[in-house]
């Protein structure tokens, strides 16, 4: 019985984990032009990028290509960014440094 007890109690603890994402660097401010965001042309970004930190509509925003790690439970909009002339869309949250921490 102790064994199932502690089994379930440590699934609930192992779910209760947030995603934490390090941002080192500024927003990027995207360009809004007819309904679409564009990234400026005057800055690289590499192939393998899977997340972003950007400005859009004067809100700072943490963006993942595919979807957000377990944990981020803040409202999310899809939006579509025109990098390089190819259209992407990318799951975005608004960025935000509160945190919670819940002790025993």
Not at 15 to 40: C, K
Request: positive net charge; aromatic residues 12%; glycine residues 4%.
């Amino acid at each position: 019985m102790k064994k199932i007890i502690f089994s379930l109690l440590m699934c609930i603890y192992i779910e209760s984990f947030a995603a934490v994402v390090v941002v080192d660097n500024q927003p990027l401010p995207l360009e809004y032009q007819g309904n679409l965001y564009y990234w400026p042309l005057n800055l690289n970004i590499t192939p393998d990028t899977k997340n972003l930190f950007i400005t859009m509509d004067g809100i700072r925003k943490i963006c993942f290509l595919n979807k957000a790690p377990p944990g981020l439970l803040e409202q999310v909009s899809l939006i579509s960014i025109i990098i390089k002339g190819k259209k992407t869309d990318w799951n975005c949250f608004p960025y935000t440094t509160t945190y919670h921490e819940v002790r025993p």
